[in-house]
């Protein structure tokens, strides 16, 4: 694992979020009841959530094993996945939450899976980084370097109508989920290590993670995670 990995692992999540966005996302998902609900993702809130709304048994998937761990110690039921991996039931999801970052097989392959493994009528949130307005050179340089090719917000909207999925709504995730939900705690995490930095990796490392909190601050108007909110 790589210092920056390894950093951020030990954070209480590993990308942009917030449980205020959480309870709003859920909200506008309007009233769905289900029996078995997917979340995969990098939070402990969410899958909470998700159950005392919808009143689901939810399977939680991480990618790190240390936050299988966390969330098992915290009655969640959750279980290792791949990165990118959605795992299937034979009767499907009548409720599925998935909090990706950028999508490397392209947005249309990652919503054609999601309507497959819903159940008919059954709601999905799905987000992902989207450009909010046409990136500057250096953003667009900077940010598919670091995150993936993040997607335009107008393409996922149209690229889920063409896999027949409805949009109900979809939610922008506001500036604070990205300082206060995560830079923040990732510059405390990352002062706390500065006197016992030894290695080039570590170097290096910070160095990138300030690179890019750098970035947002001046860029913060031109990407952002959406949350789509669909029903198959």
């Known amino acids: 694992m790589s210092f920056i990995s ?55 998937g991480y990618a790190e094993q240390n936050r299988v761990e966390r969330a098992l110690n915290m009655k969640i039921n959750a279980k290792q996945v791949m990165t990118y991996e959605l795992p299937h039931q034979e009767s499907g999801w009548e409720f599925l939450w998935y909090n990706g970052l950028s999508e490397p097989d392209g947005v249309s392959n990652r919503l054609e899976e999601i309507k497959s493994i819903l159940t008919s009528g ?42 027949g999925l409805k949009i109900r709504d979809f939610y922008i995730a506001p500036k604070t989920d990205w300082t206060r939900g995560l830079y923040e705690p990732l510059r405390e995490a990352m002062h706390k290590l500065e006197a016992a930095r030894e290695d080039d990796d570590e170097v290096s490392g910070i160095a ?14 031109e990407y952002s995670f959406v949350y789509y909110i669909l029903q198959a």
């Open 6 to 60: 390894n950093i951020i692992s030990e954070l209480e999540r590993s990308t942009a979020g917030s449980l205020q966005t959480a309870k709003e996302v859920m909200r506008l998902c309007g009233n769905v009841t289900a029996k078995r609900a997917l979340f995969v993702g990098d939070d402990f809130d969410t899958p909470k959530i998700i159950a005392e709304a919808t009143g689901a048994e939810v399977l939680a």
């Open 208 to 221: 990138e993670l300030n690179k890019e909190m750098d970035m947002f601050e001046l860029h913060s108007e």
């Open 122 to 163: 059954g709601v999905a949130v799905f987000r992902t980084l989207c450009y909010l307005i046409e990136p500057s050179l250096d953003t667009r340089s900077y940010v598919e370097r670091r995150f993936g090719r993040p997607e335009e917000l107008d393409r996922v909207l149209r690229e889920a109508k063409e896999n």
